[in-house]
Structures are given as structure tokens and as C-alpha cells.
């Protein structure tokens, strides 16, 4: 008897799609956390002050910069609760998870849309220098813009 492939393919199809399953899991409970730690002091009431200051500069500015420094204290916080930040870990991007950078990408591109010259691909390029990200993995993230239309 020849070897009919479909039983595997199907049992194949399957276990793919229990994986994609389990991570779609772990992203619903990601969105519904995302950022939950500026909610709560010492993050909020910084975040308060800073929010409104940060829409009207250039994300990367020298403004910016400014600004960040009025947020030390919020932003080490959060960077400790947040995981996908790559100021968490000690080694950035290099100690995320897959997770941890789908995150990041789309709280990104939530940040583009709070300022008022916010733009995807502008983020990318500074973020690559910022955090030392390699070309691949930015042109993943262009491609990703890309399909979703941005």
C-alpha cells in the first residue's frame, strides 16, 4: 500500500492551529494588562503631568529627552512591571520573548498615534539606534505596518 499523506497533514494542521490557540491566549491576557501599572502610583501622577506635555514634542527630540527625564521615576517603575519594554531586561530586545515583542510593536504604534507628528516608520529607525534592534527585525516591523495598512 502507498503512504497517503493526509492523516498527518491533518493531525499536523491541527497541533499548528492548538499552538496558535495557546498564543492567542497569552496575547488576549497581554491586552488586557497592557500597561495596567500606570493606573497606580508612582506612575500615575507623573503620567498625569507628562502625558500632555509629551503629545505636542517630537518622539526622540531633545524635548523628548527632557521630558523623560521628569518621568524617571514612572518609567523605572513601569519598565520593572512591563516586560515588554526592552529597558526590563538587562540585555533589552535580547531577553524578549516572542510576546514581549508583538507588545512592544503595537504599544509603538499606540504611542505614534498620541503625539501629534507620531509616524510608525519614524519610531522604527529611532528605536533600531535606541535599543540596538538589527535591520531584519525592523524590516519585520515595516513589513507588519505594511499588511496593516499604516
Known amino acids: 500500500m502507498q503512504y497517503d499523506s493526509k492523516a498527518d497533514t491533518l493531525q499536523h494542521i491541527k497541533r499548528v492551529n492548538e499552538l496558535l490557540m495557546t ?20 506612575e500615575k501622577e507623573l503620567f498625569d503631568e507628562y502625558t500632555p506635555k509629551l503629545k505636542h514634542c517630537t518622539y526622540g527630540s531633545d524635548e523628548y529627552k527632557e521630558f523623560l527625564k521628569g518621568l524617571k521615576v514612572a518609567l523605572d517603575h513601569h519598565y520593572a512591571q512591563n516586560s515588554h519594554h526592552p529597558e526590563h531586561f538587562e540585555n533589552g530586545v535580547n531577553g524578549f520573548d516572542l510576546f514581549d515583542l508583538i507588545e512592544m510593536f503595537f504599544d509603538w504604534k499606540a504611542a505614534t498615534e498620541r503625539h ?14 535606541r535599543f540596538g534592534i538589527s535591520e531584519q527585525l525592523c524590516d519585520i516591523f515595516r513589513n507588519t505596518a505594511d499588511r496593516m495598512g499604516w
Open 116 to 129: 501629534n507628528d507620531g509616524d510608525i516608520r519614524k519610531s522604527i529607525g529611532i528605536n533600531k539606534e
Open 23 to 42: 498564543a492567542v491566549s497569552e496575547l488576549l491576557i497581554r491586552a488586557g494588562k497592557h500597561d495596567n501599572s500606570k493606573l497606580e502610583s508612582p
